[in-house]
């Protein structure tokens, strides 16, 4: 996937985010509420708050995403991570994990978190690849379909 680009955020890229996020979340769950406030309103809910949103493009399509949400000082929720149907299984996640990875690193975070689902099983492994380890949930998670919670420590 070497003709794959990751780039920031842009407005004109705002569609795009919710329709990857929203491809994924109706193929193995259903769009809960929170996901669409998220989801629809990327610049209110992810990028003022501090976050950053990447897109994996190739050649003029977007075909993947990661947000990094704020929800400490020290950490990101690494979040609405999805790939488009089709371009699944090339390595997309993997170049979209190693530049969210590498921007938390760069802005001095500690740690990277996540909630998912053991349902979605090439996520889980690719987490364990980066070496995030399972940690408790946390009952207050905004997610109804969360059971499974995981970290990355960045920094000793």
């Given at each position: 996937?070497?003709?794959?680009?990751?780039?920031?955020?842009r407005?004109?890229?705002?569609?795009?985010?919710?329709?990857?996020?929203?491809?994924w979340?109706?193929?193995?769950?259903?769009?809960?509420?929170?996901?669409?406030?998220?989801?629809?309103?990327?610049?209110?809910?992810?990028?003022?708050?501090?976050?950053?949103?990447?897109?994996?493009?190739?050649e003029?399509?977007?075909?993947?995403?990661?947000?990094?949400?704020?929800?400490?000082?020290?950490?990101?929720?690494?979040?609405?991570?999805g790939?488009?149907?089709?371009?699944?299984?090339?390595?997309?996640?993997?170049?979209l994990?190693?530049?969210?990875?590498?921007?938390?690193?760069?802005?001095?975070?500690?740690?990277?978190?996540?909630?998912?689902?053991?349902?979605?099983?090439?996520?889980?492994?690719?987490?364990?690849?980066?070496?995030?380890?399972?940690?408790p949930?946390?009952?207050?998670?905004?997610?109804?379909?969360?059971?499974?919670?995981?970290?990355?420590?960045?920094?000793?």
């Amino acid at each position: 996937m070497h003709n794959v680009e990751i780039i920031d955020y842009r407005p004109e890229y705002a569609s795009d985010f919710t329709a990857i996020n929203f491809q994924w979340l109706e193929a193995y769950f259903y769009i809960e509420d929170y996901d669409r406030e998220v989801l629809t309103q990327p610049e209110k809910y992810i990028l003022a708050p501090g976050g950053h949103i990447l897109f994996a493009k190739l050649e003029d399509k977007i075909i993947g995403t990661v947000a990094l949400i704020v929800r400490e000082h020290n950490s990101f929720e690494l979040s609405k991570m999805g790939v488009l149907e089709g371009f699944r299984g090339l390595k997309v996640g993997q170049l979209l994990m190693d530049a969210a990875l590498e921007y938390s690193k760069r802005i001095g975070k500690e740690k990277v978190w996540l909630d998912s689902n053991r349902k979605l099983e090439p996520a889980i492994q690719l987490y364990k690849k980066y070496n995030f380890i399972e940690i408790p949930v946390d009952p207050s998670t905004p997610y109804e379909r969360c059971n499974i919670r995981m970290e990355k420590i960045l920094k000793a």
